[in-house]
């Protein structure tokens, strides 16, 4: 490990990485496609279903939602000025910023009500999986998307220190989500290579910054990677009620 990082250094080798992945998680672009058409080419209770993406970062998902379901009106609840920042401007550029508003919000404190609930890589800001399966179904969306972390093979110590306790599969999971009320209509898993993408394109953006003490955090993140390769995972589900 090298000299510790100051908090601004940190935020922005953090920003460089967020900034270079489309989505900040393992989901590539066919992922997401399949992800947009099972939202899109849903029949809905409503005319304009209301769409709301708890955490959702940059907003790349809950935008390709929105655009592909011409009654629907998105919202996307985050924290980081940074990335709302980004997403508000994607969603001007695209012509979309009529139909998806992007607010600076504890998303887990949110209220409102929802057709359609997305939560990917955001299950920490209700206090892990289960509560974020119970948070969700108390909003009563008739479809919900989720994608969280769990473990894909069994953790070792390094693991279970970097990155706690977590469902032993997809399958658990998916009994997380029966307890709270919800059918599970689809599941999987993102696959070595949605990780391998997303791990090379995220360093890649930190190592780009150019400085010594980017390339170091880079080179860091790349030798932990290769101890969580294959061992941390990232389910889906489709859920439904
Ligand atoms: C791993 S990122 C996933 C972002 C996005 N869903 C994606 O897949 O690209 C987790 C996101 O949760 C956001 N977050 C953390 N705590 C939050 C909270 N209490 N309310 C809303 N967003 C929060 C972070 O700012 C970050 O954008």
New binding site residues.
Partial sequence: MGNPIDRGTLDTLMDAGRAAVE???P?STARADSIVESIAGRTYSVASPTMVDF????GR?IQKVVERSPGGRGLG????ET?LAAARHDAATTGLAERVNFQAV???AWKGVCDVAIC???SH?FGGPAEMFKSLAAQQPEVAVVGLEMWEAEPTAWCLEQFGEMAPGIDSLGEQARAAGWQVEAQSTSSLAEWDGFEETWIGGVRSLGTDVAVGFASERYEAYQRYRGVLGFGWLTLVR
Wanted: aromatic share 4%; hydrophobic share 35%.
């Fill in positions: 989505f900040n998680s989901m955490g959702c970062g940059r998902l609840l985050d924290t980081d990335s504890d998303a887990s990917v890589g955001s800001i």
